[in-house]
């Protein structure tokens, strides 16, 4: 399995942006889709963005799309979420998620995970 650990999570007002970084180790990284969920209290771990191992064309849920980036950088073993235009609703622990599905939305398709970085927006 892939271990992974993320970092960049902060405090910032809506509006702002943020970037956050997840670190990947192990040799078969390159074949995990690589992605972001986030789970805010109260609510079940949801769906945010991904870069599938086949590396198509990233996807995204519907709730960010237009407003966060994701990207992988295979020779850093980094996995990226810049998050634009942040909302108090995007408030959340994200997590970083390692998965051998090219294009699953659901934390059962994952396999790897990291501890979780917490993001709020306040407004």
């Known amino acids: 399995q892939v271990h992974l650990v993320e970092s960049g999570g902060g405090l910032v007002q809506a509006g702002a942006s943020l970037r956050l970084s997840c670190l990947a180790s192990g040799p078969t990284y390159t074949s995990y889709t690589l992605g972001w969920f986030r789970q805010a209290p109260g609510k079940e771990r949801e769906f945010v963005a991904a870069v599938p191992w086949t590396r198509s064309s990233p996807f995204y849920s519907d709730s960010v799309k237009d407003r966060f980036t994701v990207s992988r950088d295979d020779a850093k073993k980094t996995v990226y979420l810049q998050m634009n235009s942040l909302k108090s609703e995007d408030t959340a622990v994200y997590y970083c998620?390692?998965?051998?599905?090219?294009?699953?939305?659901?934390?059962?398709?994952?396999?790897?995970w990291g501890q979780g970085t917490q993001v709020t927006v306040s407004s």
């Open positions: 998620a390692g998965g051998l599905l090219p294009s699953s939305r659901v934390p059962a398709g994952y396999v790897s």
